[in-house]
């Protein structure tokens, strides 16, 4: 697992210690960084795991990304791997927390965001409860993109006309979906 294109670019990443986090390959990385435009934009790494998402969207040029797990052991991955990048300090948060909770306090600060990565454990339901989460503490600049990883098993279910899907690519047992936000 490595940073893919940009500043960091052959950097390797650590992986999550244990069999609980399943990183995202490079290729899956590398093609999914070829249908999307990060420059410039704020970015939420939600389900962060190894960061690799958010790292490689600041390597391609994102101005700032934060970093959310429940995971302490993640958590330790990502601050390793941004260390390791040598990510400058104003250029990401991490933070170890509930998605829910934490998209609630972005809220509550009125934060918003332009890239939104949503790669939660597969098959558990947390892709349309994170959706949910999403749509209703209205953290999503106009035009976000939301960027949801999941096993093409799982079906997305949620229906809001928000959101609406512009690409849709299956690689093996994962499907990545991408979602535009308007207001």
Known sequence: MRVIAGK???????????????PTTDKIKENLFNMIDCYDLKVLDLF??????GIESLSRGAKHATFID???????????????????????????????????????????FD???????????????SLQAILENNICANKCLVVCEKSNTEKITIKDKKLEIIK????????????????
């Open 8 to 22: 960091y670019k052959s950097i390797k990443l650590n992986a999550v210690e244990g069999m609980n986090t399943r």
């Open 48 to 53: 962060g795991g190894t960061g690799g998402l």
């Open 70 to 112: 429940g995971s302490s052991n993640a958590i330790k991955t990502i601050r390793s791997n941004v260390e390791r990048c040598k990510i400058d300090k104003k250029n990401y948060e991490i933070y170890c927390n509930d998605y829910k909770r934490a998209l609630k306090i972005f809220w509550k600060k009125e934060e918003k």
């Open 115 to 129: 890239l939104i990565f949503l790669d939660p454990p597969y098959n558990k339901g947390l892709i349309d409860c």
């Open 168 to 183: 849709e690519k299956q690689y093996g047992i994962t499907d990545i979906i991408i979602f535009e936000y308007g207001e």
